[in-house]
């Protein structure tokens, strides 16, 4: 069995009229996740001996993996950082929990729990005080997908000593958070919002692996790779439509848009090649750490810079029909600019250079 991905790219006409559909209210896509849970997207991740596909549990999961969240990510960006937030929390515990922590986790997403990752701090960053027989949490989340969905957020939060550890919530009713941050201009869709923890017990093993672990390299790196895919997906939808748009309006001959096309493909093409070889960068055996870390990194801000240099086309070529409602490209840009907003983008840039100075680029298996 592998995933149906032929019936994944029938469906993102769907999710991408859902994702407009949604977007002036902010509404959750709960169509688009209910048809992705059915063709079996948020159990893909889970190992093969749980009945999953292995996609970021296992090495062959790479590229199936790249290519699943990349033609979610072009049918609706709001749903690929929902089911990247799912698969990135499964694959910190299958790396770093207990058997017996996978086994709930695969029940849970077989009984159709929504897992996802929130580690951005508020004023009030998450604490806990651990007495050997409950965990008190005090503190609160910003900027967490699925503020109002998701039931099993995988968190970070500070010891009294100062560790950082990873825990796993059960939130059975997750409307206790707020599913809004201020009214972000783009990926509305995706419920971002925040989530105050204050007060919740929960039981030890909710712990998930030692202390350092959530900031071990280069697994903490290196996830980021999932990410891009997803925005991968957004540039591919908006280098799609530029093509097809300037050809409806019979521009598409003209000297100057053939040029902007063309860079736009140039940029597409380039953020493929630098997410193909993240993923098998991070996803493989044998690189050193320092190698995998950068060369995420770098595919990062490579992405970054593709999708950046894709909305100026759009914006240029198509003119101000780019900025009309009606006109699907405007949310897939403003989706896409604000997903495209990661962390600490100079420090990754700044690091990543440092780390290659004086050594090479890991070659993928396969690659010359
Ligand atoms: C759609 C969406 C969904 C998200 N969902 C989640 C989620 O589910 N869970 C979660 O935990 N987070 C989530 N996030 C938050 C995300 O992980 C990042 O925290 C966030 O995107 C950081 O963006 P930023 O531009 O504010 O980054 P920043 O790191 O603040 O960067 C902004 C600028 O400041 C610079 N800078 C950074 N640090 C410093 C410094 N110390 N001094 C000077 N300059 C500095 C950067 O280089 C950059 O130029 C989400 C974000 C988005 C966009």
Redesign the pocket.
């Known amino acids: 069995m592998s995933f149906p991905f032929a019936a994944l790219i029938e469906l993102l006409p769907v999710l991408e009229q859902e994702a407009s559909e949604n977007d002036g209210d902010a509404v959750f896509p709960r169509d688009g996740m209910a048809r992705l849970r059915r063709l079996g997207a948020f159990s893909a991740p889970l190992p093969h001996a749980s009945g999953g596909y292995g996609y970021g549990t296992e090495p062959a999961g790479a590229l199936p993996l790249l290519r699943l969240l990349r033609l979610v990510g072009q049918g609706s960006l709001?749903l690929g950082?929902l089911l990247e937030?799912h698969v990135n929390a499964i694959r910190l515990v299958a790396r770093y929990g207990t058997d017996a922590q996978m086994q709930q986790v695969a029940a849970d997403v077989r009984n159709g729990a929504l897992f996802?990752?929130?580690?951005?701090e508020g004023v009030e960053p998450v604490r806990f005080h651990d007495d050997g027989a409950a965990i008190v949490l005090h503190g609160e989340?910003?900027?967490?997908?699925?503020a109002l969905h998701v039931t099993r957020p995988l968190i970070t939060a500070r010891a009294p000593n100062g560790d950082t550890r990873m825990m796993l919530v059960r939130r059975d009713d997750p409307r206790s958070a707020s599913p809004s941050i201020g009214g972000?201009s783009?990926?509305r869709g995706?419920g971002?919002g925040r989530c105050d923890f204050t007060g919740m017990v929960l039981t030890p093993d909710a712990l998930i692996g030692l202390p350092g672990d959530y900031m071990r390299q280069p697994e903490f790196s290196a996830g980021a790779w999932r990410g891009i895919a997803v925005a991968l997906g957004g540039i591919d939808r908006l280098v799609d439509l530029l093509r097809l748009q300037l050809a409806d309006r019979s521009r598409d001959a003209n000297p100057h848009q053939r040029v902007r096309m063309g860079m736009a493909l140039i940029a597409r093409e380039t953020a493929s090649l630098w997410a193909r070889k993240a993923a098998l960068v991070a996803e493989g055996h044998g690189s050193d750490p320092g190698d995998v870390a950068a060369t995420v990194n770098l595919a990062r801000i490579a992405t970054e810079r593709a999708g950046l240099d894709v909305i100026e086309l759009v914006q240029r070529g198509l003119g101000l029909s780019a900025f009309v409602k009606s006109n699907v490209v405007e949310r897939i840009q403003r989706d896409l600019a604000?997903?495209l907003?990661?962390?600490?983008?100079?420090?990754?840039l700044v690091e990543a250079a440092g780390w290659f100075t004086h050594r090479d680029l890991p070659q993928p298996e396969g690659d010359a």
Not at 116 to 120: E, K, P, Q
Not at 141 to 146: D, T, V
Not at 341 to 348: I, L
């Open positions: 709001a950082r937030g996802g990752i929130w580690v951005t989340k910003l900027f967490a997908s699925g972000i783009g990926m995706a971002t604000t997903y907003r990661q962390p600490a983008p100079d420090e990754t």
